[in-house]
């Protein structure tokens, strides 16, 4: 990686001095700091990790600076969702996918021969002649997995999780409300959206239901207990 990282700069060099832009050597600085973390970093950590380094560089000319790696092919820009833009280093001719948790905001990645495969033989069978795919799965990382607690209020959860309900608190009248909506201890429930705020909307089999808040503090939710062979999508 060693050197690899200093062919690149060297290449990099070459590059932006025939693009005749000045600033070589702060420019090179700005590069070093990203090839030295191998992560997938926003401008703001960008900038963390040269003032580490003792450049105190405007923001503006970093982010030029990154926008220029990745125009010449040496970084890549991830939007990955509700996340800010990130930087991640481009190695030629390798590819790798990602797992984005959506508490914490880790970013795992992988590769799988079968999925790449089924992915080409996907687009090669309509005839289409594939050039690139992305591949994120959003979720929860097996540390935020192990330290949520088993049962949770539904209010807390996230949209787009989906949840068993494990109990419903406040008594037969809580009770009887839900089971007037189709809901009852044992159901399947996908949060489809929760601002933190207002009502949830809940998809409960083929129905959307709106919950307030108050109720959604009642019922007790807990993560399906999923193996990775019995996964229903
Ligand atoms: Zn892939
Ligand atoms: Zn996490
Ligand atoms: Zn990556």
Redesign the pocket.
Known sequence: MINDSHFEKKNFRSLIESDEIGNVEERLNVIDAFLNTEE?VTLEEMMQLLKDRGFDYETEFVRQCMNRWVSHGFA?K?LFEGQPPRY??RHLGRH???LICTKCGR?T?FWNEEMEMLQLRIATSHGFHMLQHKMEIYGLCSQCVSERAPLMPLAMAKSGERLIIADIMGGVQARDRLASMGLRKGDQLEVINNDGFGRLIVGHDTIRIALGRGMAQKIMVSLPNRKPDEVDI
Do not use: F, N, R, S
Request: net charge negative; glycine share 0%; aromatic share 0%.
């Open positions: 997938h890549q991830k991640e280093h790798h996918d990602h970013i990645e």
